[in-house]
């Protein structure tokens, strides 16, 4: 459906103004006090920058200006010069003592208004998000205000300016009003880049106002320059609230269902399901399949080829789709896997294509095509109808991958660039996890545990980076671990990976399993000399004693210092 600027300006100042009408109904004390502080703060503003220019004035002219007020004559250049100077100073610290009065004011209307309404709490920091919406609002409005007030005045002292802002804002508008209806591109910029795109057309408008001011002056009868001096501080003011007032109208917008749900007493909390029209979604329809799955299989074949089938394989992954492809060339049948990464997924794509083109060994289908279909990441594997797994089978075949990867040697070019990006497990471990566990235990028995492997912890840091590294894919699940008819396993997704010293995130109650695949590693490894059981172990339970505490699980990680404390010592008698 083509979209039209107008249309959802109007249904957004409509909105704007029902949520005017109950904050005014419900905190209208609060509403209106506001209102008169922000544009009071606004032209103390003005005021400060104001000053100071009539200062320099006063220091360049060698006197007072003879259009200065009469009491200022009496009093020296220097005198002048100080007070004007000084009183820049009160103009500002004045701004900000309104600001700061303002954003008290808001706070309690916006609580004002939550006890008014009479809502169960419907979502977390629900009164920050009213503070923000209700200060969003408020100070939306009395920009808006200012704007208006500036401009009134404006048309009465020179308007010549009123003209111009008026002519230019109508033109600027007119023209992004095309430009969001008419193009999908300039649609998606002028949402994603609203901010930048405002601060332009207002830049713009200032430099128009700016020339025309020039032009009057040396063709026309222009007023005095003082009064041009105030009038282009003014409308560059009014201009910088206008931008002001149509950002938190669009942040406020963008927010409307919680907002609404907040202040509206029969609006309940919507959660808004957002389908989208273009992107990765508009290749999902047959008739574009039809078009776009030939051409990207297309480099994968010498010769002519059909496509026999399509069908859905299901990933389990966000904003990641796969299909199954059957494809037909000289009588031999193929099938491919493609994956289409929407753009928000762009970190997995990156990851994956990276990692198996750098590590020949992975047990994982065949990457032969990677691209870009518009703004979306595909990738293609050859695909040998490996088989998904379920319940008792999933659980063990995760360990397995596990001892599959501990047999791997990650390349040097691997690790290198790996460690300028991440930090391995013994460097994220620090004192300070263990002050919040401190605090956390409350017997003596317990802060004596914890002091032990305080003195320990340098120890272990030491062991753990001793050992050599393996790989572990982070984000497996049902549908991304296969297995072949020969029994080997299979990954068809490496979006999310770590390199960790072996035997992390290994689970503490597959201890044997670990020592297991630890001895099976010591005999394929070219780097198991640094590889021990204990080693490997001593990963696994600082792991989960990290994981626990970064959970804030305390007493979790409280039981796992015994075990630490054990192989940590059983390390360092070896070493001895």
Partial sequence: MKAHLNTELSQCLRWSFSLGKKFLRKASLHTVSVQFIYIFSQLLLLLAFFLPLKAIIVLSSGGIPSYFPEFLKAYAQDTVVIWLSLSSLVAFAAHLTFELVATKITAAGARLLIIRTKKI???????????????????????LLFFLISVAILCAIYP????????????????????????????????THHQAILNSISGFVFLVVFFGIIGDFLYFHPPSAFMAIISLLLIRQALQRLVGFSTKLILLRSQHSR??????HNQPLLLETTQKSDGIHALFSPEQ??????????????????VEGVKNFQLGHPDIYCYEVDCCSENTLKTYIIKLFDESRTYPAAQESALIAQFKDLPCPPLRETGKLQDVTYHIFEWSKECKMTGREYTQGTLTLLGDLMKLTPPKSLLNK????????ESRLNSEMLENLKLYAVTAEDQKTIEQLAGSLGSIKLHLSKLPRQLIVLDLNFDSLLKKESGELSVIHWGNWILEPAGTYWPLTAHSKLLECTQEAQAIRTDAQSLSSDGTILASYMFSFERHINRRDYQAALNLIPGILKYTQSLDEQII
């Fill in 160 to 191: 010549l300016i009123f003209s111009l802002v008026a002519t230019s804002i109508i033109v600027f508008y007119t023209f992004t009003c095309l430009a969001y209806n008419i193009s999908s591109k300039a649609r998606s910029a002028l949402t």
């Fill in 121 to 143: 709490v419907l979502f977390d920091n629900q009164d920050l998000i009213a503070v923000n919406a209700y200060s969003k609002f408020t100070r939306g409005l009395s920009e």
């Fill in 418 to 425: 790996y460690e300028r990006s991440k930090s391995y497990l």
């Fill in 289 to 306: 399949r039809e078009r776009w799955i030939p051409q990207v299989l297309s480099p994968l074949f010498k010769t002519a080829f059909t």
């Fill in 259 to 264: 907002v609404s749900a907040l202040f509206f």
